[in-house]
C-alpha cells in the first residue's frame, strides 16, 4: 500500500504520488503542472492530470472543471531584464462558482495541509473563475 501524509487540522491524507510528483516537477521538470482532488469517500488527496513538460499555462487553466474544486501547482519559466533564466513554483486553489458548499468548505481547510507537503512554492492564487488566475497575472507576480 502506497504511503500517505495526514493533514491533522482535516483528517485528509496526501498520497504519496502527490509528493512523488511535485518532486519530479520542481527537480527533474518532468511536469509542467499538476492538478490535485479530494476524493471525499476515501479522504485522499490524489493526483487528477500532470501536464508534459510541453504543455503551456492554458493547458492546466483548460484542465479544470468548471464545476468542481481542484488544487493546481504550475511551473512558470522564465527570463529576466538581464537575461536569466528562473522558474517559480505557483500554487492554485480552484474553487469555481458552480462548484458545491461542502466541496469548497473540503478544499478550504485541507488547503494549508496541502501546502506544507509541498515544499518549495513559491506564490499561491485563489480562483473562482479564469480571470482571477489569469496568465497576466502569473507572469507579474514572478518578476
Given at each position: 500500500m502506497a504511503m500517505a501524509f495526514k493533514m491533522a487540522t482535516t483528517g485528509m491524507w496526501v498520497t504519496d504520488e502527490c509528493k512523488n510528483?511535485?518532486?519530479e516537477m520542481k527537480w527533474r521538470k518532468v511536469h509542467r503542472y499538476i492538478v490535485f482532488?479530494?476524493?471525499?469517500?476515501s479522504r485522499?488527496?490524489?493526483?487528477?492530470?500532470?501536464?508534459?513538460?510541453?504543455?503551456?499555462y492554458d493547458d492546466l487553466a483548460?484542465?479544470?472543471p468548471d464545476d468542481d474544486c481542484r488544487y493546481a501547482v504550475f511551473d512558470f519559466d522564465f527570463v529576466?531584464?538581464?537575461n536569466c533564466r528562473k522558474?517559480?513554483?505557483?500554487?492554485?486553489?480552484?474553487a469555481p462558482t458552480a462548484s458545491r458548499i461542502r466541496a469548497k468548505m473540503l478544499y478550504a481547510t485541507s488547503k494549508d495541509g496541502l501546502r506544507r507537503v509541498l515544499e518549495g512554492v513559491h506564490y499561491e492564487?485563489?480562483?473562482t473563475d479564469p480571470t482571477e488566475m489569469g496568465f497576466d497575472l502569473?507572469?507579474?507576480?514572478?518578476k
Open positions: 510528483s511535485f518532486h482532488k479530494i476524493d471525499e469517500k485522499l488527496v490524489t493526483v487528477d492530470k500532470v501536464g508534459g513538460p510541453g504543455e503551456g483548460a484542465s479544470l529576466t531584464v538581464d522558474s517559480k513554483i505557483f500554487f492554485i486553489a480552484w492564487l485563489q480562483a502569473i507572469r507579474d507576480r514572478a
